[in-house]
Structures are given as structure tokens and as C-alpha cells.
């Protein structure tokens, strides 16, 4: 029911050796042992006179050969060194190899022509539907680098592009994943280097995989820097931050930054983080005063699109809560939260085109426009998803009581498959509301739970 790239993040997961280069982003947080020399005149042509062999030992059938080969190269910070390391770490099969061409790049990284050379070489790759896999620990390698100019070079890159093309917007999301997978108190300087990034203030999707990334590393470094970054984040991505920290430390501080610093300054030195199985979670799932409350599911988010469906099984009762529930829902919404209501039968209707401040002025037409909804054939679920998605907030509120019919895709499991692959990147909560959705692991429920569980939210059943 997971896509590809889904199912390989859990397959990286489960083994070191499987996550490709992030050995390498420890390396350079920790400092290499190993420095680029200084760029040399007569570098190039000293280059070329041992070119030959060391090709040679980059073509033996043995790894150990072809480190080796890698471990010369790092003598020469040239572009046709770079270009050679670079092959070596898309095309070889050994793991172990291309992590260590990949170490090779970054200890030769801070000449500026080979920078250059690896940053084209990203952005060719960022410009592609699906860049490639060997891509992601590279640009990860560039933002680890030493170099400061490095680093900021890659960042104005990485900023330019999540905002117009959705490669890179894929790659810088994978990079935030593959560093959560690896689990590792090094990488947590890599990620507080990327919430500085203007990639991360303005693109929703990547700021909360650096926010989630964090809470999957269980060390002090994490949760200082989880702290640190409570008042800079807001909606669905500071909520994960701090249903985190309540849970691993037992204080429901809420969203008061200054008092969970005062805390750990208090505290840090003597603290343990706890075992999963005895964490706090109950005091997680704690909501703070003020936040609206959508069948009981809290509302987070600062952008957000409600989802109804006016199917005919709607008819009456139904129809009659479920919109006495949006209104109040509505109604209670803050006055800087941006939203929008959809609903769906055989078609999708919206009531504004784009997200709407949540005024008074607003939120009085939208209670109008849901209580004049009436219903009609079909439930086409895919087509309210797939439009709510267009809308680009972080959370979406999918209120339904009867199984996908009609609509470009009505068997549930490929439209669990599409929209996860679709909110890839955006990474919007989904919340799914099931009204009689049948007893528990019917086809209904099945799907409403998948769909939440796939795409950051929770599901909540409604039984009659």
C-alpha cells in the first residue's frame, strides 16, 4: 500500500549499511580527520600522471581496491577528481564503496571548482520528477560541509529551488527522512544547520520532516534542539515537537518556549531519557487552551481544509451533525488560521479557491455555504482528497460515512497508494472521521485508519 520510496525508507531503517552516505554527514559534523589540501597550480597535471592507475584500482573486482583508489583521490580537490568519485557513488554496487566516494566528495568539497561541479550536479538532479537516490546524501554532504561558503552556496540552491520544483522539494524531504532513519546524535547538528535555511521557513513540508527527524533521534542534542525551535515553528510541525517532548520528559509546557528552556537548563544534566514503553503519553496528548476541537480530534494546524461528504447515506441525521459539527468547528477557528471547506458527492464543490483568513466575515459565508449543502449520489473520495491536497495547508479533515464510489479512483487501497505518494513532500496530517464507518477492520474502517496512518494524522470513528 506504500510506495517505493516508502517502503525503502523502512527497509533503511533496518540496517546501517543501507543508508547510503549518512555515514558520511557523520563524519563531517564530527570533523574529518582527514583535510582537503590546498588547492594546488600544479595540482591538475600531478593529477593526470597517476589518473591511469588509480582508474585502474576503481575498476578492480575488489572493494577494498577500489576505497583504496578513493583514498588517493582525496590527495586532489580537482574536478576530474570529483567527476570520478561521483560515478563511483551512483554506479557502484558496494555500499561500503560509495560511502566512501561519497567521503571522498566531501573532503574535496571545499575547493570551489569541485563545489561548483557537485552543486550542478544536485541541481540537475532537483530538476528531475524523481531525482535519483544517490543525490539525497550528496546534497546532505554539501549542507555538512566545513566549508561555510559550501554550505551556503548549497543552502541558497536548495532555497531557490523547493520553491519552484517538486524534485527538490523530494530531495530535501528524503534528506530530513534518511537522517531520521539513521537515528544518529551526530546528524542532529545537520538538521539544526537545515532549520536555518530559507527552505525550511517557508516550505511547510520540509520544516516539519526536520521537526519529526528530530524526535526519531532520542538524545539530549535532539530535544535542546527541539526546544530551541518551539517558538520558530507553529501548527502541525509544532505540535509534533512538542507532544515529543512531553511525552519523553513528563512536562506539558505546551508551546511556552521560555519555560521548557528554563527547564532543561534546570534539568539537562542530570536527565535520562526514558525507555519508550514507560513515557509519558497520556501528558502527549494533552491539548493546550484555546485550540479548536474538531470531533474531538484538536486542530493544529494554521492552514487547514475541511473535508464533508454530502453523499445520499448522509440523508438526514447524518448530514444534520456533521454540519453542526463543522460550524462550530469553524467558529472557533483562531483569527490568524487560514481555511477551506470542500464537499463531495459525485463532484467536488469548494467554497473558496484559495485559503481564506479565518475572520469573522469568513467564517459566517462558510458556515453559510455548508449549511445550504444537500445531497446527492456517489462518494468520489479520491477526487475531495486529491483537490484538498491543491490547497497546499498542513492539515485536512475528511468527514465520511460510506465507502469511495465513483471518481477517478474508487478501490480504497490505490487511493490510500496515491494520495500518500502525492502528499510525499507537502506532508499535511490527514485526519479521517468515519460515521458508521462498520465494526472494527471492515473494508470502511480498514480504509479510513490506512489513510490517516499513511499520511501523518488519526483516525476517529464516529459509531451510531
Known amino acids: 500500500m506504500f510506495k517505493r520510496r516508502s517502503m525503502r525508507l523502512a527497509r533503511l531503517a533496518l540496517t546501517d549499511l543501507a543508508l547510503t552516505g549518512l555515514m558520511l554527514i557523520g563524519l563531517l559534523l564530527a570533523g574529518f580527520e582527514r583535510s582537503a589540501p590546498a588547492t594546488d597550480p600544479d595540482m591538475l597535471p600531478e593529477f593526470r600522471a597517476v589518473k591511469g592507475a588509480i582508474q585502474q584500482l576503481l575498476h578492480s573486482k ?39 566516494a561519497y567521503a571522498t566528495l566531501g573532503v574535496i568539497a571545499d575547493n570551489q571548482q569541485v563545489s561548483k561541479f557537485l552543486l550542478d550536479s544536485v541541481e540537475r538532479e532537483m530538476r528531475r520528477k524523481e531525482p535519483g537516490d544517490p543525490s ?55 538538521l539544526v544547520r537545515l532549520s536555518t535555511t530559507g527552505a525550511f521557513a517557508h516550505q511547510f513540508g520540509f520544516r516539519r520532516s526536520v521537526i519529526w527527524a528530530l524526535t526519531r533521534i532520542d538524545s539530549k542534542p535532539a530535544i535542546g534542539a ?123 464543490r469548494t467554497w473558496q479557491k484559495k485559503l481564506v483568513v479565518a475572520d469573522s466575515t469568513n467564517k459566517k459565508k ?58 510525499r513532500s507537502r506532508r499535511e496530517s490527514i485526519y479521517t472521521i468515519g460515521i458508521g464507518a462498520g465494526f472494527v477492520g471492515s473494508p470502511m474502517d480498514t480504509f479510513l485508519r490506512t489513510l490517516a496512518e499513511s499520511n501523518f494524522g488519526v483516525y476517529r470513528r464516529v459509531d451510531e
Do not use: C
Open 136 to 190: 539525497v546524501p550528496l546534497l546532505g554532504a554539501l549542507l555538512a560541509s566545513k566549508s561555510e561558503r559550501a554550505f551556503q552556496e548549497t543552502t541558497a540552491l536548495l532555497d531557490k529551488m523547493v520553491e519552484t520544483t517538486p524534485g527538490a522539494r523530494l530531495m530535501a524531504v528524503e534528506l530530513a527522512d534518511q537522517l531520521a532513519a539513521h537515528g544518529n546524535e551526530a546528524d542532529v547538528a545537520l
Open 226 to 348: 527541539l526546544i530551541g525551535l518551539v517558538d520558530k515553528v507553529d501548527g502541525e510541525a509544532q505540535a509534533d515537537a512538542i507532544k515529543y517532548l512531553t511525552s519523553v520528559t513528563g512536562q506539558a509546557l505546551g508551546n511556552n518556549q521560555p519555560a521548557w528552556a528554563k527547564w532543561w537548563a534546570e534539568n539537562s544534566e542530570k536527565f535520562v531519557i526514558p525507555p519508550q514503553s514507560s513515557r509519558t503519553l497520556a501528558a502527549a496528548k494533552t491539548v493546550s487552551p484555546g485550540v479548536t476541537m474538531y470531533y474531538d480530534l484538536p486542530v493544529y494546524a494554521t492552514r487547514v481544509v475541511f473535508i464533508m461528504d454530502t453523499s445520499r447515506s448522509m440523508l438526514g441525521f447524518r448530514l444534520a451533525a456533521a454540519k453542526k459539527e463543522l460550524a462550530e468547528a469553524i467558529n472557533t477557528l483562531r483569527p490568524n488560521d487560514q481555511f477551506t471547506v470542500l464537499v463531495f458527492d459525485s463532484n467536488v
Open 62 to 100: 575488489k572493494p577494498t581496491d577500489r576505497i583504496e583508489a578513493l583514498g588517493q583521490l582525496e590527495k586532489f580537490p580537482v574536478t576530474d577528481a570529483a567527476k570520478l568519485a561521483l560515478t563511483v557513488s551512483t554506479k557502484d554496487d558496494s555500499t561500503e564503496v560509495r560511502e566512501a
Open 366 to 423: 462558510a458556515i453559510q455555504f455548508v449549511n445550504k449543502q444537500e445531497t446527492n449520489l456517489m462518494t468520489a473520495s479520491f477526487d475531495a482528497l486529491e483537490a484538498a491536497l491543491a490547497f497546499d495547508a498542513e492539515a485536512i479533515f475528511f468527514v465520511t460515512d460510506g465507502a469511495p464510489y465513483g471518481g477517478k479512483i474508487a478501490a480504497p487501497p490505490e487511493i490510500v497508494r496515491v494520495i500518500t505518494v502525492l502528499n
